[in-house]
């Protein structure tokens, strides 16, 4: 099975922080997203990659960036975070019309 | 995007009674995906379904997709503490598009 590995599973920033959240799946797989998770909501799309250097806006882009130099690996950017991006933040990577597989998730408080 | 609505937000059970979650579109649905999602975790993919009318079944959970392909339904029989957690359904990606769309989840809480 692929892995798709999260580097942190908990984090606290602070307001006005540059938060950087790292995903690094162990195949060549070359669809990856970024999800974030709240309570009601379900799940959000922020962003998405399929390629190296490719990006894609998803539902809620607003305030995130994202960075994809290697095929493995799929950043997610918080360029000053804010305490309403305290949320679950999950990464995962699908073939194409294929399920996704998360990762563990990880669960970021700003204060 | 596109909308699934997914029926009810949370249901509370007693251990051995059977449980439903539904899934809803307004348009038809190329293909419907399934996760559980245990407290504490990440959603885990069960189970895709394609064909209008088509039933699988995994142990004691049942997936359905209407015959329109418009609804889909997910029916645990006698459940387990183990059933415990947020169930999503997804519409998969369709016209060359990969990404899903996730329903907002039924949350089953199964009281021993």
């Known amino acids: 099975d692929v892995k798709v590995t999260q580097s942190s599973r908990y984090l606290v920033k602070r307001t006005g922080e540059k938060v950087f959240l790292e995903c690094v799946q162990d195949?060549?797989?070359?669809?990856m997203f970024w999800y974030r998770q709240d309570p009601g909501l379900g799940l959000r799309l922020i962003y998405f990659?399929?390629?190296?250097?490719?990006?894609e806006k998803g539902d809620i882009p607003e305030g995130y960036s994202v960075s994809r130099e290697k095929k493995e690996r799929f950043s997610l950017i918080l360029e000053s975070a804010s305490t309403n991006q305290t949320s679950m933040y999950l990464c995962?990577?699908?073939?194409?019309?294929?399920?996704?597989?998360f990762g563990d998730g990880t669960r970021l408080s700003i204060l | 995007g596109q909308q699934v609505m997914q029926i009810p937000q949370y249901q509370h059970v007693q251990e051995g009674e059977d449980f439903t979650t539904y899934c809803n579109s307004s348009?038809?649905?190329?293909?419907i995906q399934w996760y559980k999602q245990r407290p504490g975790g990440h959603p885990v993919f069960l189970i895709q379904?394609?064909?209008?009318?088509e039933v699988k079944k995994q142990k004691r959970l049942t997936f359905q997709f209407g015959e329109a392909k418009k609804n889909s339904s997910l029916h645990i029989t006698a459940t387990q503490t183990t059933d415990v957690g947020t169930y999503f359904c997804?519409?998969?990606?369709?016209?060359?598009?990969?990404?899903?769309?996730f329903g907002r989840g039924t949350s089953l809480i199964v009281h021993p």
């Open positions: 379904l394609v064909k209008s009318g």
């Open positions: 195949m060549d797989h070359e669809n």
């Open positions: 997804a519409r998969g990606g369709s016209g060359g598009s990969y990404i899903p769309t």
């Open positions: 990659s399929y390629d190296v250097k490719m990006k």
């Open positions: 995962a990577w699908a073939g194409l019309n294929q399920p996704q597989h």
């Open positions: 348009t038809t649905l190329s293909n």
